[in-house]
């Protein structure tokens, strides 16, 4: 069921499961540990999720649906240095908008080796990595890339509870920063 349209039970199994996942780990994490924070039998909890990697799915879904959304505006642009960056606001839009999960999912190896995660997770990776490449393909390229988009996901989710303006304008920052860094690197290998 889409977020919009889940009932505020589910989306309170969610936020419960959200908030134990993160203190305990997913393999930490019980339903019936889900249930007692909720005051509900674990019944209560299956009704709205099958199984614990149900809940997972339903946890992050949203939030890979929504960067799956940006990604594909970004790749129908032109191929330049615009939806380049484009592309890296929209990213970092979409981890300001989703820290506790993200920042969740970053430090449980457990939940990221999950199918419904691993797999989203990859490909979204590699879309990412395309766009921002601008067509360089080449090893340089790929370095520079995976330093940016690592060091702006780990920028913003060492801090979840940071102020979103401060942090969005640092991330600029150290976006421009890394950016200019790249062309250096280019300038010097050319």
């Keep these: 069921m889409p977020q919009g349209e889940r009932s505020s039970s589910a989306q ?3 936020d419960a499961a959200l908030a134990l996942f993160s203190e305990h780990g997913f393999d930490g994490t019980s339903l019936q540990q889900i249930a007692d924070r909720l005051g509900v039998t674990k019944a209560a909890v299956y009704y709205h999720f099958r199984s614990k990697d149900d809940l997972l799915a339903a946890l992050v879904e949203p939030a890979f649906d929504e960067l799956d959304a940006l990604l594909r505006g970004a790749e129908a642009l032109p191929r330049d240095t615009a939806r380049q960056k484009l592309a890296l606001q929209a990213f970092v839009e979409y981890l300001l908008r989703h820290r506790s999960t993200a920042a969740w999912l970053s430090r449980d190896a457990a939940a990221m080796t999950r199918p419904s995660v691993w797999e989203r997770a990859r490909d979204t990776e590699r879309r990412l990595d395309a766009l921002l490449t601008v067509g360089n393909s080449d090893p340089l390229a ?3 890339t995976g330093a ?6 780990g920028a913003v989710l060492t801090l979840p509870d940071e102020d979103e303006a401060w ?3 640092e991330v600029a920052e150290l976006s421009a920063s890394m950016i ?3 062309r250096a690197a280019r300038r010097r290998h050319d």
Excluded: K, P
């Design 142 to 144: 790929r370095f520079w």
């Design 148 to 153: 940016i988009t690592r060091a702006v996901s």
């Design 167 to 169: 942090l969005r304008a």
């Design 12 to 14: 309170r199994v969610l």
């Design 180 to 182: 200019a860094g790249y």
